[in-house]
């Protein structure tokens, strides 16, 4: 028979853009050669459509694939599943994987697959008659093969659908449910960039209230809604930690009735000069001073307070917030063009740098974090005056500290 045949049992169909990502997903990946289309088209189906719009078409030279699609069929797993393509992919992956490996070690089994007419080198289809070459499966041990490793398979599936989730709120995403395979793999290719940068909400609160805690004011707003209960002191605690932008001057608002209470945003300058290329040790990990750029920014993108994006090194450049997973290091490093921008804007910045440079401008609306081996490289007099303002703090070897100004 025609391999490429459309032979699936289950319906509906798949919409044929949907269809064709899946299956392009699984040819671009090695050791998938020998799992069918039609068996990977159907375990995606079995698994996306709401069981009570799943209907049949079975041949009885099928029957063989519906019972181990009945072993696959993990219910609970399901309920997370259906209606949600990026979730329902994710399962496929993982039931797609336990099915390579049983084929993989069953040459009888691959053949069976790849000819379920029974005829091994033609284009006849289930409903003719086919004379197999090679010998039967033995469908009851494959079947139990299968049964015993699905429930590994679903919680590995439940397990990655979770990551992804923290993934995507670390990355300041959303709507990965209803995302196809080729955006899925664009979320894991932005997982493993900044997979070693530990930087949840809690965390990057402290790190960065401690930082720009001097900034009077900012741009744009969030609405806090109290009109059905006021905020305990511990829900505002945590506000406070998490939105490190929350100003500590409205902490009263949040607790009125029918207050509004307004979160700052923040531009930020991201140092993309070749040395931003090294790494420094963080919790026995090799970080990329990059990498931790990069996963700040997703982070107060998350948090709704970033503002504009800005990459430089000779020169100043808007990239936009999409755009980050896309800098590369290169050039030398030129605080003072940022410090210039800031100052004519007036908007409150960030310039996040591994700090080897001097500039002489200074405005109250900059606030530079240094990624640092040792300490501080930054020199001039307008340095001097952002240590004494506070508005400067080192990142060194795990802990932020406090330069020391700089002497000619």
């Given at each position: 028979?025609?391999?490429?045949?459309?032979?699936?049992?289950?319906?509906?169909?798949?919409?044929?853009?949907?269809?064709e990502?899946?299956?392009?997903?699984?040819r671009?990946?090695?050791?998938?050669?020998?799992?069918p289309?039609?068996?990977i088209?159907?375990?995606?189906?079995?698994?996306?459509?709401?069981?009570e719009?799943i209907?049949?078409e079975?041949?009885?030279?099928m029957?063989?694939?519906?019972g181990?699609?009945?072993?696959?069929?993990?219910y609970?797993?399901?309920?997370?599943?259906?209606?949600?393509p990026?979730?329902?992919?994710?399962?496929?992956?993982?039931?797609?994987?336990l099915?390579?490996?049983?084929?993989?070690?069953?040459?009888?089994?691959?053949n069976?697959?790849?000819?379920?007419?029974?005829?091994?080198?033609?284009?006849?289809?289930?409903?003719?008659d086919?004379?197999?070459?090679?010998g039967?499966?033995n469908?009851?041990q494959?079947n139990?093969?299968?049964?015993d490793?699905m429930?590994q398979a679903?919680?590995n599936?439940?397990?990655?659908i979770?990551?992804?989730?923290e993934?995507?709120?670390?990355?300041?995403?959303s709507?990965?449910?209803g995302?196809?395979?080729?955006?899925?793999?664009?979320i894991?290719?932005?997982?493993?960039?900044?997979?070693d940068?530990?930087?949840?909400?809690r965390?990057?609160?402290?790190?960065?209230?401690?930082?720009?805690?001097?900034f009077?004011?900012?741009?744009g707003?969030?609405?806090?809604n109290?009109?059905e209960?006021?905020?305990e002191?511990?829900?505002?605690?945590?506000?406070?930690d998490?939105h490190?932008?929350?100003s500590?001057?409205?902490?009263m608002d949040?607790?009125?009735?029918?207050?509004?209470?307004?979160?700052?945003?923040?531009?930020?300058?991201?140092?993309?000069?070749?040395?931003?290329?090294s790494s420094?040790?963080?919790?026995?990990k090799?970080?990329?001073?990059?990498q931790?750029?990069?996963?700040?920014a997703?982070?107060?993108?998350n948090?709704?307070?970033?503002?504009?994006?800005?990459?430089f090194?000779?020169?100043?450049?808007?990239?936009?917030?999409?755009?980050?997973?896309?800098?590369?290091?290169?050039?030398?490093?030129?605080?003072?063009?940022?410090m210039?921008?800031?100052?004519?804007?007036g908007r409150?910045?960030?310039?996040?740098t591994?700090?080897?440079?001097?500039?002489?401008?200074y405005?109250?609306?900059?606030f530079?974090?240094?990624?640092a081996?040792?300490?501080?490289?930054?020199?001039?007099?307008a340095v001097?005056?952002?240590?004494?303002n506070?508005?400067y703090?080192?990142?060194?070897v795990?802990?932020?500290?406090?330069?020391?100004i700089?002497?000619?």
């Amino acid at each position: 028979m025609n391999l490429k045949a459309n032979i699936d049992i289950i319906r509906p169909e798949l919409d044929e853009f949907m269809a064709e990502d899946i299956i392009s997903y699984f040819r671009q990946k090695k050791g998938y050669d020998n799992v069918p289309d039609y068996m990977i088209r159907d375990i995606f189906k079995m698994y996306y459509t709401p069981q009570e719009q799943i209907s049949y078409e079975c041949h009885e030279l099928m029957y063989w694939w519906h019972g181990m699609l009945q072993n696959v069929n993990n219910y609970l797993l399901k309920t997370v599943t259906q209606d949600k393509p990026g979730y329902s992919f994710i399962a496929a992956k993982h039931i797609v994987k336990l099915l390579r490996d049983e084929i993989e070690k069953d040459e009888d089994l691959k053949n069976h697959c790849q000819n379920p007419n029974g005829g091994e080198g033609n284009d006849k289809g289930p409903d003719q008659d086919g004379q197999g070459n090679g010998g039967q499966p033995n469908m009851d041990q494959v079947n139990q093969n299968i049964q015993d490793q699905m429930d590994q398979a679903a919680k590995n599936a439940a397990d990655e659908i979770d990551k992804k989730k923290e993934a995507e709120d670390t990355m300041g995403g959303s709507g990965m449910a209803g995302k196809g395979p080729s955006e899925i793999e664009l979320i894991e290719e932005r997982m493993e960039m900044i997979k070693d940068v530990v930087l949840n909400p809690r965390e990057v609160g402290k790190l960065i209230k401690r930082s720009i805690k001097g900034f009077k004011k900012g741009f744009g707003s969030k609405t806090i809604n109290t009109e059905e209960s006021l905020f305990e002191a511990d829900v505002i605690e945590d506000l406070m930690d998490q939105h490190y932008l929350f100003s500590e001057l409205l902490a009263m608002d949040v607790s009125v009735r029918d207050q509004h209470s307004q979160m700052v945003a923040f531009d930020l300058f991201i140092d993309v000069s070749s040395s931003m290329n090294s790494s420094l040790n963080v919790y026995g990990k090799s970080i990329g001073r990059l990498q931790m750029a990069i996963a700040l920014a997703c982070r107060m993108g998350n948090m709704k307070c970033l503002g504009e994006v800005y990459a430089f090194n000779n020169s100043v450049r808007n990239v936009g917030e999409d755009a980050i997973w896309n800098l590369h290091p290169s050039g030398g490093t030129d605080i003072e063009k940022c410090m210039q921008m800031i100052k004519k804007s007036g908007r409150p910045s960030v310039i996040l740098t591994d700090g080897d440079d001097s500039f002489s401008t200074y405005t109250d609306n900059a606030f530079i974090m240094t990624i640092a081996v040792s300490g501080n490289n930054l020199r001039g007099d307008a340095v001097e005056i952002m240590v004494i303002n506070k508005n400067y703090i080192l990142y060194v070897v795990k802990k932020l500290v406090t330069p020391k100004i700089k002497r000619r």
